[in-house]
């Protein structure tokens, strides 16, 4: 809209409170006929302020070790997408740091667990994956591709884990399967110590490590961190599907 101008009216004297009144009126044009006086703020001005605050308050820089409410509400948010973060405890701690890693490989960050602004902007828009299949109950899957575990129910992602699989020259099996032992403890292996392992083809399992990499590296079992696999224990089974693919 083209703000008009009244007809000039030279024999009429204007008051204080009717140059207010008049101001009212137009507040909210994005082009104001004339400047406003000292001391009066026009919506257009009062908008712009707003926006120039906005633009100039810069979310923090979150890594491990950081703290504080900023904190806590990149938790709630993670918690929110079904990032397995643990508890919204306002510390940046591993659960953390593996959640934001699990976070930034599904939407194609770089997977270095800080929260700078491209990650808080992807926070924002973020990826929503699907699994590849769907059923009534819990199944897993593991994506190699991205580097991630889903726990899956009714065609909907509950639950994104991050994960590390085997590396080239020992690849994880591909296909579908389920699980078929547990054990409830630590398993001393050939190729090293695995932390309630869920067995789902010959040696190769779903197991719980002290060190899950931001990369293929196991020797071709599916890594997650011990804290994840102990909130995942109580909800997978004997008998859960279990989808690996590329």
Known sequence: MVPVSPPSTPHRHVGPRAALGMALLVT????????????????ASRAVAVQ???SSTAQPVLRQGSRGSAVTGLQRRLATLHYDVGSADGIFGPSTFHAVVA???????????????????????PVIPRPKYSHTGYSVEANLTTQVLYLARGGSVVRILDA??????TPTPTGNYTILRRIDGWRQSDLGLLWR???????????????VPNYPASHGCVRVPIPA??????????GVPVHIYR
């Open 229 to 238: 696999m102990n909130r995942l224990w109580s909800i997978i089974g004997v």
């Open 164 to 169: 590390s699989s085997g590396k080239s020259s």
């Open 28 to 43: 909210g044009l994005a082009v104001p006929a004339a400047p406003a006086a000292a001391g009066v703020t026009t919506g």
């Open 197 to 211: 392992p869920n067995y789902f083809y010959r040696g190769y399992a779903v197991h719980g490590a002290t060190s």
């Open 52 to 54: 120039v605050a906005l």
């Open 103 to 125: 976070f930034q490989k599904v939407n194609g960050l770089t997977r270095d667990g800080i929260v700078g602004p491209r990650t808080w902007a992807a926070l924002d828009r």
